[in-house]
């Protein structure tokens, strides 16, 4: 193949990277995200370190579902989202769905395993099941987001009986708070279907111990790190993140 590189630029055997190049595309045709660093949550019904003590108590004071999310640590930053609609497989629970999308960054942000990733300036829907607490709030898995149209909050319990927001409950940050005696039964579950961030988890990371010097016109070496790449899954249908719980045939 020939090379169709400028002469005065091309020197065989160096390739000059620029990653803030790169930086700058990302901040200007990226979407806004925030970044938080997650650990996992240690309260388990077991003691062994396997899938099989994966059960968690849903109403652990410590987590939001199975993940600490060091939220202290948080970063906002803009970032490439693009999903996956290539390769489309059977998962081992035997459900077809495409909940995954790759992410760029830019150089100075650093992803790693279980981090939450949310796309700040768009709304998505989600349907959470809630145990019906004894106190007169409830705490929500996502905190919801002030759409245009408050209609798209629904909430029913097991009899079919329909909740209003603004009549029966409110939404506070991450929580409902009933205003009334009208309310699901304690101890029961009911649905709420309400609108949110769009929420990822990072599952895999392609490109993460990319490096190089930069030594253009200096001899000294800068040691530089590149932007990072990774594979990220709805933080709903990610594995270990209290959503997809393996059953016990």
Not at 52 to 74: E, K, R, V
Not at 126 to 151: C, K, M, V, W
Not at 185 to 212: A, G
Request: net charge negative; glycine share 4%; aromatic share 10%.
């Amino acid at each position: 193949m020939k090379n169709t590189y400028p002469k005065e630029t091309f020197k065989p055997g160096r390739i000059d990277l620029e990653p803030q190049d790169f930086d700058r595309l990302l901040q200007h045709q990226g979407t806004r995200v925030r970044i938080t660093p997650a650990i996992l949550c240690p309260r388990r019904t077991g003691t062994n370190i396997d899938e099989t003590s994966l059960n968690h108590d849903l109403n652990c004071p410590l987590c939001d579902q199975q993940i600490i999310d060091l939220d202290d640590l948080a970063v906002e930053d803009w970032a490439f989202i693009q999903g996956i609609t290539i390769d489309k497989t059977f998962d081992p629970q035997q459900r077809y769905d495409v909940k995954d999308a790759f992410i760029s960054t830019r150089a100075h942000l650093r992803l790693a395993y279980w981090y939450k990733i949310e796309i700040i300036d768009f709304g998505s829907m989600f349907n959470e099941l809630i145990l019906r607490t004894a106190d007169d709030q409830d705490h929500l898995r996502y905190p919801a987001i002030d759409p245009e149209d408050g209609s798209i909050f629904h909430l029913v319990d097991n009899d079919g009986t329909k909740f209003v927001k603004g009549t029966d409950f409110n939404i506070v940050g991450q929580d409902i708070v009933w205003l009334t005696a009208n309310r699901p039964p304690k101890n029961k579950l009911y649905s709420f279907l309400y609108p949110v961030l769009p929420t990822f988890r990072v599952l895999e990371l392609m490109h993460e111990n990319r490096y190089y010097y930069e030594s253009k016109d200096s001899p000294v070496k800068t040691p530089i790190q590149l932007p990072q790449q990774a594979h990220v899954r709805w933080d709903f249908m990610a594995k270990g993140s209290g959503s997809d719980v393996e059953l016990e045939s």
